[in-house]
């Protein structure tokens, strides 16, 4: 013998639930106690629009979100990609070989952080990088521009410049410009600057063979700007800080960021004062011009630098309002 239940409702959606059922083959089936009945589910035709919109509600949320992660992603790929953004103008185009990418000096310094900072001065902040594609060291210098002088006529510059090649020069790269930032790309020297050895670490002093060797580098490549190339390169920022030595303790005189051009004969056309403090020349504090003479009047107090071991800017210096006044002065005036 065969028990079941059946129903049929053609079209129509609907739900049926046994709650209780008693049976018996022979004989009355026992009666069904309705106290103990279990309670009546919600119909079928309630629930299904409740569990339709839930689902509905879910699936929504979870589009929602994950539209929501996309557009953030999207903008912030967008402020990162500005953010390494720059603009090509057509005059550039002559300078192609001595620009870099902002992305790759960017990713090169590690996004300029502290732990990367070379040095800084009035001039700008100098960082270490490495090259991913060549796997170059470099040192990168953030130079703050003069408004007043042509963007366009600065980077010439700065192009002619990378083409100098001299054993006691440091090598200048290239250079990147983004939003009317610039910065400079040259080799970077292992054992840093001179000013180092000098001031910063009195455990590893120099000698007097070492001190004669920098200061014969140092005049090797301040001639071969001043005569031995094809125009004048007057530096106008001689000093310790800005001469650089390698593995082999060789000197090497670098940051050109304030260097002028001009062609052997001609004197050249400056007229705003250029410099550090206690290595600028009488003449170029009065009248603003740079020369040669003014370089080598540098260059004399960095070797009576090198030699006394002292700075030669003097407290009273501001007292004399001569950018001259310091050590070179004083020494030159006994």
């Known amino acids: 013998m065969y ?3 059946t129903s049929s409702t053609g079209s129509v959606l609907s739900a049926h639930y046994i709650l209780a059922w008693t049976f018996k083959v022979n004989g009355k089936a026992s009666n069904i106690d309705p106290s103990r009945l279990p309670k009546l589910p919600r119909k079928f035709q309630n629930d299904f629009p ?4 839930k689902i509905l509600a879910i699936s929504l949320s979870l589009t929602g979100f994950v539209v ?3 557009f953030t992603i999207s903008f912030m790929l967008y402020l990162k990609r500005k953010k390494l953004m720059e603009v090509l103008e057509d005059w550039e185009v002559q300078f192609g070989p001595h620009r870099f990418a902002y992305k790759d000096l960017y990713i090169a310094t590690k996004g300029f952080k502290n732990n990367e900072l070379l040095g800084k001065g009035g001039f700008g902040k100098v960082y270490k990088g490495t090259l991913l594609t060549s796997n170059m060291d470099i040192a990168v210098k953030k130079v703050s ?12 510059e700065i192009a002619t410049i990378g083409r100098l090649r001299h054993p006691n020069l440091v090598r200048l790269l290239g250079y990147c410009r983004r939003k009317g930032e610039l910065y400079l790309v040259y080799d970077c020297m292992p054992k840093g600057s001179l000013d180092k050895f000098l001031y910063h670490q009195p455990e590893q002093s120099l000698d007097w063979s070492q001190r004669f060797k920098i200061i014969k580098d140092v005049a090797s490549g301040l001639c071969y700007l001043h005569q031995q190339w094809v125009q004048v390169i007057i530096h106008r920022d001689i000093k310790p800080a800005n001469i650089l030595l390698d593995e082999s303790m060789n000197a090497k005189l670098g940051d050109f960021g304030l260097a002028k051009l001009c062609d052997h004969g001609i004197d050249p056309q400056t007229s705003n ?3 550090t403090f206690g290595y600028i ?3 170029l504090s009065r009248t603003g011009k740079a020369s040669t003479s003014s370089d080598v009047f540098a260059f004399g107090v960095f070797m009576l630098e090198i030699t006394c071991g ?3 800017l003097a407290t009273s210096f501001f007292a004399e309002r001569d950018g001259s006044y310091g050590l070179g002065s004083r020494m030159l005036g006994r």
């Open 3 to 5: 028990v079941g239940f």
């Open 50 to 53: 409740s569990r339709l919109k």
């Open 68 to 70: 929501l992660v996309f």
């Open 145 to 156: 521009h003069d408004s007043r002088q042509g963007m366009r006529e600065f980077i010439a």
């Open 273 to 275: 004062v250029a410099g």
């Open 281 to 283: 020349s009488p003449e």
């Open 310 to 312: 002292r700075r030669p």
